[in-house]
């Protein structure tokens, strides 16, 4: 049996988390916002690009993160 490796969902650019829509264990849908960041007074949505399973969640509402820093690990 092949497992894959979870997909990591990463931060694109310097932000504070505004909140986390997901916890583990949570299944979503491509699309779906997993995380909402707020930079430069505007709200950005983060969304997983494809559906799987909500293995880790890595941020809490308040944190900063960099850029490439992973916000979420998905499973397929």
Do not use: C, F, W, Y
Request: aromatic share 0%; no cysteine.
């Amino acid at each position: 049996m092949s497992r894959r490796a979870p997909t990591m969902i990463a931060a694109e650019m310097v932000a504070n988390v505004m909140s986390v829509g997901v916890q583990p264990g949570d299944k979503v849908a491509a699309g779906d916002t997993v995380v909402l960041l707020e930079s430069m007074k505007m709200e950005i949505p983060v969304l997983a690009e494809a559906p799987g399973t909500v293995v880790a969640v890595k941020v809490a509402s308040g944190d900063v993160v960099q850029e490439g820093d992973v916000l979420v690990e998905l499973s397929a």
